[in-house]
């Protein structure tokens, strides 16, 4: 298991990019200068080498904590401070969970920084979300499957981070505590429908580290109110 001096044990607020949608400089100004923890650069689609490229160069004007979520091995960019390697959990997809990151592994096993990357679970949980659509993700799991994944992940897997994923709505946050109580040695990431800050209180209390997308790119002032939102909650003590 990974030892909890790892940089994004810390991490209460995040905000996450998608190289492939469009994002003014000011705007990105603005994320960078918040007070979040971090960045993550990642996304479903339309993830490239050349864009990833794009967005690492203009995050690292900045003294923000940079990781990259690789979703495929196009996107294998260095220069980033940590790499997340996706593994979707609930997915009778083998591919989703060994398939993609073996075929990487053979290419790029001995180039990886190991010191700086980190396994990633994913708990896809909004059928209607393009990367539950993309991985053939079983979202509609009830509290006994999803307590039986987190045993399986933090417990049997000893992966450092598990994240659980509502991607465009916003999740069952007593579901997440739940999830929470259950884990012994992960990070608990939630990610999914933060677009004001009552919820991202709301997801503070329920999660280590909450995730802020989409709203980033529909409304930047309920984006930024989050940080502050996040940083007043206390952080779950189990």
Same mark, same amino acid.
């Given at each position: 298991?990974?030892?909890? +001096?790892?940089? #994004?044990? /810390?991490?209460?607020?995040?905000?996450?990019? *998608?190289? *492939?949608?469009?994002?003014?400089?000011?705007?990105?100004?603005?994320?960078?200068?918040?007070?979040?923890?971090?960045?993550?650069?990642?996304? +479903?689609?339309?993830?490239?080498?050349?864009?990833?490229?794009?967005?690492?160069?203009?995050?690292?004007?900045?003294?923000?904590?940079?990781?990259?979520?690789?979703?495929?091995?196009?996107?294998?960019?260095?220069?980033?401070?940590?790499?997340?390697?996706?593994?979707?959990?609930?997915? *009778?997809?083998?591919?989703?969970?060994?398939?993609?990151?073996?075929?990487?592994?053979?290419?790029?096993?001995?180039?990886?920084?190991?010191? +700086?990357? +980190?396994?990633?679970?994913?708990?896809?949980?909004?059928?209607?979300?393009?990367? @539950?659509?993309?991985? /053939?993700?079983?979202?509609?799991?009830?509290?006994?499957?999803?307590?039986?994944?987190?045993?399986?992940?933090?417990?049997?897997?000893?992966?450092?981070?598990?994240?659980?994923?509502?991607? /465009?709505?916003?999740?069952?946050?007593?579901?997440?505590?739940?999830?929470?109580?259950?884990?012994?040695?992960?990070?608990?990431? #939630?990610?999914?429908?933060?677009?004001? @800050?009552?919820?991202?209180?709301?997801? @503070?209390?329920?999660?280590?580290?909450?995730?802020?997308?989409?709203?980033?790119? *529909?409304?930047?002032?309920?984006?930024?109110?989050?940080?502050? @939102?996040?940083?007043?909650?206390?952080?779950?003590?189990?």
């Amino acid at each position: 298991m990974e030892v909890q +001096s790892a940089i #994004y044990t /810390g991490w209460r607020h995040v905000f996450k990019l *998608d190289p *492939d949608r469009e994002i003014s400089d000011d705007r990105l100004d603005a994320i960078c200068m918040s007070g979040t923890d971090a960045v993550i650069v990642g996304g +479903s689609t339309g993830v490239t080498f050349d864009n990833t490229v794009d967005l690492m160069s203009r995050i690292r004007r900045y003294e923000v904590p940079c990781a990259l979520e690789v979703s495929n091995e196009e996107a294998a960019v260095p220069g980033f401070d940590h790499y997340f390697i996706p593994l979707v959990l609930n997915t *009778d997809k083998a591919e989703w969970l060994a398939g993609r990151q073996i075929q990487a592994l053979r290419k790029f096993g001995a180039f990886i920084p190991w010191e +700086s990357t +980190s396994a990633e679970g994913y708990l896809i949980l909004n059928e209607d979300a393009q990367a @539950a659509k993309l991985t /053939g993700a079983q979202a509609g799991l009830d509290p006994e499957s999803v307590a039986a994944h987190i045993y399986m992940a933090d417990r049997l897997m000893h992966l450092p981070v598990i994240y659980m994923e509502y991607s /465009g709505r916003f999740g069952d946050m007593e579901l997440v505590k739940k999830a929470l109580r259950l884990v012994t040695g992960a990070r608990l990431f #939630y990610g999914g429908g933060i677009d004001d @800050a009552e919820k991202a209180k709301q997801a @503070a209390a329920a999660a280590h580290t909450v995730i802020v997308g989409n709203v980033i790119y *529909d409304d930047l002032d309920a984006a930024l109110s989050t940080v502050e @939102a996040v940083r007043t909650t206390a952080t779950p003590i189990l």
